[in-house]
């Protein structure tokens, strides 16, 4: 099964917004709400950011945000800060009840 | 605050089985759905499948159909993944993680086990 395809790599200046796009087809991304997005630092588990494509869990800053068109997702952070440099995954539902995540981006703020 | 603790890393020859254990503490555990998420050396994330405990009955994405069990004790709390026919690119980090949401998953995981090494050697 093909993974969700994202950029390899994302780069921003502090304070710039930067966008993570996140493709998928009928059957995941454009079939169902359930979008999700999580950041990752080297050797930590995944945090969770974004879930059913645009809702933060509680303690997730608003400068994080989410949004769905089509069979395409996005993750936007603004006010990027030194500490959002990290990888991004994004993931969603597939239909037979199983999740696929997509290749990764890693972002670097400059 | 519900903990998810895994067991320590393994290391495994090929073609032998592997069983990880997730164990909850601090919550209600049987009505989220668990999910196994692996990672190998510097690549991305993929689930396994997923379990809730109260239901019972696992699902898994078709690669891992044969391979791959998922089971859940409710009595310890403890969810349990066993990978077999081992081979050198199953060669990762095994994550449990739990869904956001009760009983109706958005599969999408809000808490996550620290991950166990699993390395695959002969």
């Known amino acids: 099964q093909s993974a969700l395809t994202q950029p390899a790599s994302v780069s921003g200046s502090p304070g710039q917004s930067i966008t993570i796009s996140c493709t998928g087809t009928?059957?995941?991304?454009?079939?169902?709400?359930?979008v999700s997005w999580y950041q990752q630092h080297p050797g930590k588990a995944p945090k969770l950011m974004i879930y059913?494509?645009?809702n933060r869990p509680s303690g997730v800053s608003n400068r994080f945000s989410g949004s769905k068109s089509g069979n395409t997702a996005s993750l936007t952070i603004s006010g990027l800060q030194a500490e959002d440099e990290a990888d991004y995954y994004c993931?969603?539902?597939?239909?037979?009840?199983?999740?696929?995540f997509g290749g990764g981006t890693n972002l670097t703020v400059l | 605050q519900v903990q998810l603790v895994q067991s320590g890393a393994e290391v495994k020859k090929p073609g032998s089985s592997v069983k990880v254990s997730c164990k909850a503490s601090g919550g209600t555990f049987g009505s989220y759905a668990i999910s196994w998420v692996r990672q190998a050396p510097g690549q991305g994330l993929e689930c396994m499948g997923r379990i809730i405990p109260i239901y019972g009955t696992a699902n898994y994405p078709q690669k891992f159909q044969g391979r791959v069990t998922i089971t859940a004790d409710e009595s310890t709390s403890t969810a349990y993944m066993e990978l077999s026919s081992l081979r050198s690119e199953d060669t990762a980090v095994y994550y449990c993680a739990r869904d956001v949401s009760m009983t109706s998953p958005s599969e999408a995981f809000d808490i996550w086990g620290q991950g166990t090494m699993v390395t695959v050697s002969s």
């Open positions: 993931s969603s539902k597939r239909s037979s009840n199983t999740v696929v």
């Open positions: 059913e494509v645009s």
């Open positions: 009928s059957s995941d991304v454009g079939g169902y709400n359930y």
